[in-house]
């Protein structure tokens, strides 16, 4: 059983004490206010309107298709990487096996066709003319050469690596 202050009446009865709470303060209730006699419900202004929440799926679905955007401009660098990364590894490798040839087959030039992605190396050797403090050219010394060739839309790209050998 409520307090008598807490439950609902009519505005021309009032309980003994006016409308006191059990503690002595006035009771005012936060959802009804009393005005010339009669109850009136106050209407809350907190609630969204329909054309609030248009403006913010509007402005959600800016902010997600700039994230969409964004994150494919990050899945095309992430596949550039790769791809290079993949590149430099096969360079390094086509390297290392011209320095385990004779400079005789390296002289004469190899390649390679197009592989998995598009790419054409080439190994080549010359000789390097480096010279002394008399101005001699230093016999022995070759420029292995490794170039890896690909398109890339309507542009020819290139890369390549040098590496200098000794070969008495």
């Known amino acids: 059983m409520g307090l008598p202050a807490e439950r609902s009446v009519r ?32 209407v809350k202004k907190s609630g969204f309107t329909l054309f609030e929440i248009l403006i913010a799926l509007a402005m959600f679905s800016l902010a997600l298709g700039g994230l969409a955007i964004a994150l494919d401009r990050i899945v095309e660098a992430n596949a550039l990487l790769r791809s290079e990364a993949g590149m430099r590894q096969q360079l390094e490798s086509l390297l290392d096996q011209a320095m385990a040839l004779p400079i005789e087959t390296l002289a004469e030039g190899r390649e390679t ?7 054409k190396y080439s190994v080549s050797a010359e000789q390097a003319e480096i010279r002394d403090k008399n101005d001699a050219v230093l016999p022995g010394l070759w420029w ?23 070969q008495p």
């Open 11 to 42: 505005a021309d009865h009032r309980p003994r004490g006016g409308w006191r709470g059990v503690d002595g303060s006035a009771l005012r209730s936060a959802h009804r206010r009393h005005r010339r006699g009669k109850f009136l419900r106050t």
């Open 144 to 166: 292995i050469t490794v170039r890896a060739e690909w398109t890339d839309g309507n542009e020819k790209q290139e890369r390549e690596e040098k590496f200098l050998r000794y």
């Open 113 to 119: 066709g197009p592989d998995a992605m598009g790419v």
